[in-house]
Structures are given as structure tokens and as C-alpha cells.
């Protein structure tokens, strides 16, 4: 009788497209967790394939951190620390420099040096979702010249944009679309028209939006063929003694400017949930209030996550 063993298909001998078919069923994390890349070489080849790792999905990674009143502002315990960087170096290795979109979340704090060591491992990415800045000081600079292929990023808001800007444009040849969390004033908007003048898509939803910095826009990126400021505070600022003034609808100049767009998204309604969380937090959303993954959201398809 034949022995029943050399019938047996062994898990190492399974096609190398079968197992890439199993695994892109896991999460990123379950990948990495477990000693899948450790069973064999087959199944390790299979760990490093292109098709695991076109994302590279952090949103659901927190930071277990305390707010401190110095700068950076915040204290991330050394556990979370060691654990991301864990997470990092096993999830870049494997992927083998294929990764062309990562995404991490909104609150995670992540380091200049684990941002620089992501960057030398991903030179193909295409869409960047940025982290909170408190611990990326000057480094974010340095880093853009690394990705010459980003097409699109998601940021904070940030006090000094121009030399951000100023980077993507020069290294960024196929750079078109901008989400900003955060508030959106003149000196940003300013920078956009100097150094991204071919930008196509920028979101602005949820922020606290100057009436001038979007009049600047409107009138000087020329290129632009789709804006986002659904849910946003509108703030118009006066002469003394009104100074600043909050706007409760789009005037006929906006309307009339914004009408060359492709598409002109917009919500300033004050039965809507979104619309009156923004004015509660003052224009700079607290995402970590409300319901998990809605900092994902935005109503231009290509930013949502």
C-alpha cells in the first residue's frame, strides 16, 4: 500500500500565489505578530510579496502617552515606543521597499528618528497620512526629497508651512492633492500658491478656514479643480472693534470665484452633527472625542480612508 505521508501536500510546498492569497486576508499586524515569515523560506517569500504591501495601514496603532505642559507637550510611555518601532522594523523589512501608501494615526507620536527610519525603507510611496507633529521637529524637511514619487499627504496643520511646501514642490514633480487638519490661515495658503501651483485637490474640511486665505485660493491656484470645505468654522476677520466674525454662509464672491472648480464641496449647515462639532472645538477637531475612524473621513473619495 502507497504510504498515506507522500500524498500529503505539506504547508512549505503550497504555491507561493496561494499563500499571497492567504495572507492578504490578514491585518498588517496579524502578519507581523506571529511567526508567519519564520516558518520556512516559502512562506517568508510569500511574507515579502508586492501585493502584501502596497499599504502600509498604521491608523489602528496608538501611542500610550500623558500630556505634559513643556514641548514636545506630550510623554509616550517607552513600551508604546519600543512596540512601534518594533511594528516598523518588521512591517519595512518585509515589505522590501514596496510599500507606496502609509497611513498612520491621527494621535500616534511618532519620533523624528522612527519617521526617518520609515522614510529610507519606503522610496516608492506615493500618499503620506501624517502623524501628530509633537515630536517631529525639523526632520519632516529633510524626509521629502526621499519620496519624489508623492502624489498626495494628509497633515496637521503646521505654524510654519512655507518650508514644507517649499520641499514637496521642488522634489514632488507629481504631487496634486492636500488634505489639512487644522487651521487654514493666509500664511498657508500664500505657500500653496507659491510652491504647489499645480495642485488639483486640497480638503480643508472640519478646520477653522480665514476668509482671505480661502479668497487666496480661489483666485490663485489655478489649477485647482476640487476643494473640500464641508463642516468648516468660516472666519471673517473685521475692522475694530468686530475684529473677528464667524460666517454662517458663503457670500456671492465666494460662490461666483469657486464656480471655475470642478467641484466646490461645501456644508454649513447648523443642523448638521459635523458642522457643530467643528464650532464646539473651535476649528481644531478633538478626534479623540468621538466615534473611532472618523478622522478617516472626507467627502473627496480620494482622501477618505
Known amino acids: 500500500m502507497e504510504d498515506r505521508s507522500a500524498l500529503t501536500r505539506r504547508w512549505e510546498d503550497l504555491d507561493n500565489d496561494m499563500l ?3 495572507f492578504q486576508s490578514f491585518s498588517i499586524i496579524d502578519l507581523i505578530s506571529g511567526k508567519i515569515a ?3 523560506s516559502g512562506w517568508r517569500r510569500a511574507c515579502c510579496d508586492p501585493l502584501l504591501w502596497k499599504t502600509l495601514d498604521l ?26 518601532t518594533r511594528v516598523l522594523k518588521i512591517s519595512l523589512n518585509l515589505s522590501q521597499e514596496n510599500i507606496t501608501s502609509l497611513i498612520f494615526r491621527f494621535d500616534l507620536y511618532v519620533s523624528d ?8 525603507k519606503c522610496p516608492r510611496l506615493k500618499r503620506l497620512v501624517l502623524p501628530a507633529w509633537n515630536r517631529i521637529k525639523n526632520e519632516i524637511t529633510k524626509l521629502i526629497p526621499m519620496w519624489t514619487d508623492l502624489e498626495s499627504l494628509t497633515m496637521p496643520s503646521i505654524a510654519n508651512p512655507q518650508y514644507l511646501m517649499e520641499q ?6 507629481n504631487f496634486q492633492e492636500l488634505k489639512v487638519m487644522g487651521p487654514f490661515d493666509i500664511l498657508f495658503a500664500s505657500a500653496l500658491v507659491q510652491y504647489l501651483p499645480n495642485l488639483k485637490v486640497l480638503s480643508l474640511r472640519c478646520s477653522m478656514l480665514y476668509k482671505d486665505a480661502l479668497v487666496i485660493i480661489l483666485d490663485d491656484l489655478h489649477r485647482l479643480e476640487v476643494l473640500n470645505i464641508s463642516h468648516c468654522l468660516l472666519i471673517d476677520v473685521q475692522p475694530p472693534p468686530i475684529r473677528k466674525r464667524v460666517m454662517t454662509e458663503l457670500d456671492k464672491t465666494i460662490l461666483e470665484k469657486a464656480s471655475r472648480l470642478r467641484e466646490f464641496l461645501t456644508c454649513m449647515n447648523n443642523s448638521c452633527i459635523m458642522c457643530q ?5 473651535e476649528g481644531l477637531m478633538r478626534w479623540y472625542k468621538y466615534e ?3 478622522w478617516k473621513a472626507d467627502e473627496i473619495s480620494s482622501l477618505a480612508l
Not at 75 to 84: A, F, I, N, P, Q
Not at 168 to 173: L, M, P, Q, R, Y
Request: aromatic share 8%; glycine share 6%.
Open 20 to 22: 499571497v492569497k492567504i
Open 38 to 40: 519564520h516558518v520556512c
Open 59 to 84: 491608523s489602528k496603532q496608538k501611542s500610550n502617552f500623558i500630556k505634559i505642559p513643556l514641548d514636545p507637550y506630550v510623554y509616550v510611555d517607552g513600551r508604546s515606543d519600543k512596540e512601534l
Open 113 to 120: 528618528e522612527q519617521l526617518t527610519y520609515t522614510a529610507k
Open 168 to 173: 514637496i514642490g521642488k522634489n514632488c514633480n
Open 277 to 281: 462639532r467643528t464650532k464646539n472645538d
Open 292 to 294: 473611532e475612524g472618523l
